[in-house]
């Protein structure tokens, strides 16, 4: 149970202006508590009258250990920790963490299980930006995107469903490959979303894009300079929104990526609005990729044969003595990677998300740490909220997209 | 190694004392304490390395000289290249200077090595525990500190656990 330590102004002295101190500004707390933030976020604020002068984040209200936990655990089992780190991003959690250790094994994947892979993975990308773009819309109290937005959303977890097992929490990518095959309905369920997905989309715009009170509220308000982003580490949709074409899938592609085609949407406002454009157009293609890729899905196996690192399928284990030494193996030591390091980075829906993995040469990863992207998005909250009105923070902080269990870990 | 990542190593290795380790295609490049700021600044002005991606540390506990790597993590997007840079710190009294005057984002991303391995920044503005809540005792990603766990209660020893086990004070 976390508690809200008591804050003296001496002990955030430094953070604040001199006028705090002389009492001519006011400084106020916002949340943990609080609808418009996204999860536990606590924000404390420096006001002038209803101007912000300074905005001073206060994080960890999440923060379960994950990354000690998973020194804790085999190769295998610590991924499940990782569905648990950014809950609306869970599938490209997963792909960030299993590249990792295909990277520290050199393993290779079957050309099926990166097709799925990229589909399940785009199809997350746009089931975060419905989450997004339903939450930040009602803290500008637009209500209705949010209904429409979740009718959709539904749709894609059920698609997960259908292949894991569960909604969110899956675990379906593994070291190797997959778990096991998609499902026979699965192509029919994303070819249907597929067909109706682009009018939903046209539907969302016709809701916000050109909406007096929407433009209102978010054109011109946090703006961010390039230089500013690549300053602090910002990437994602906000970095795109200044204007840099930097996406991850296309300047290092993996899984991949290089085969489909699709462009990487920018504006050069970088502000609110821009970011709202980037996201509803990254929403149209990632469709795009899913679209290629269910077409020219390759047939063959999800799992690489080399039984070292994968466990061998069910089949062989009654009839091979070496397949059965293999499955003990793997589930009661694990397997052992070389010593070395790796940093392995994917974009996810909010940017670059990277997984530094260090073994020991032993069956536990010796040292996870996760390089999530929120973290750095969140940190430039000062430099994007000073000067603006407190009803312009909430639109500021819908619009960098944070997911605190991406933050806190 | 590429050969654009193979000459800007070749540019520091005649600037500065290193040591490169190569692992999976990445090039980690070993750095002693004392020319940290000058090479992350060589890095970033003169190699275009305009974005620090991640910076955390490692724990080698029992290994006592050096205890710590701390791990930077660049990026180039101009050149689409990536660098890692690491510096050995030892188990005493454990600091390095800090880089925030170089990368911005630096300041929560040391802030998170202080709390979780209690490596100090000198310089740092605003060196607090960022994860952990402030009154916190130890660091716990150091190998050292021992992962807790919850004792699961069953119906044979309910009420034994619940005498001891802590709850929140009212």
Redesign the interface.
Known sequence: ???I?EMTLD?IR??VTERAVQGETVVLNMGPQHPSTHGVLRLILELDGEVIVNVIPD??FL?T?I???M??KTYQKAEVMTDRLDYLNTVGNNLAYVMAVE??L?LDVPPRAQAIRVILTELQRIASHLVWIGTSALDLAAMSVFLYAFREREMILDIFEMCSGQRMMTTYFRPGGLWRDVPVEFEDAVRNFVRIFPRRVDEYEALLTKNPLFLDRTLGIGKLTTEQA??????GPILRATG?A?DLRK??PYMGYEQYDFNVPTHTAGDVYARYLVRVQEMRESLKIVQQALDKLPYGPVRSNNHKYVPPPRSEIGVSMESLIHHFKLWTEGFTPPK????S?VESPRG?L?V?L?SDGSPKP??V?W?TPS??NL??LPVLAKGHLIADLIAIIGSIDIVLGDI?? | METVLQSVVQALQERFPLQIEE??G?V?VLVSAEHLVGLLNYLKNDESF?????L?A??YWPQQQPRFHV?Y?LTS?KR?L?L?VRVPVGAMEPSLPTVTRI???A???EREVWD?FGIRFEGH??L????????WQGH??RKDYP?GYEEPQFTFNFDEINRRKPY?KE
């Open positions: 149970m976390t508690q330590q002990e430094h953070l994080i960890g923060h250990g990354e000690k936990n020194e804790a990277k520290l050199d690549l300053q602090y580490g910002v990437t840099l930097w300047v290092r070395g390091a790796v940093y980075a670059e990277g530094y260090e010796y040292r740490h390089r973290f750095d940190q430039v806190d870990r | 692992f999976r990445e980690h305009e974005m620090l991606s991640t955390t490692v724990d791990i993590q997007l689409n990536s890692q990368y911005a984002n300041n929560w991303r979780m503005p605003d607090r525990r960022i994860l952990m809540p402030a009154d716990p990603l992962l929140a």
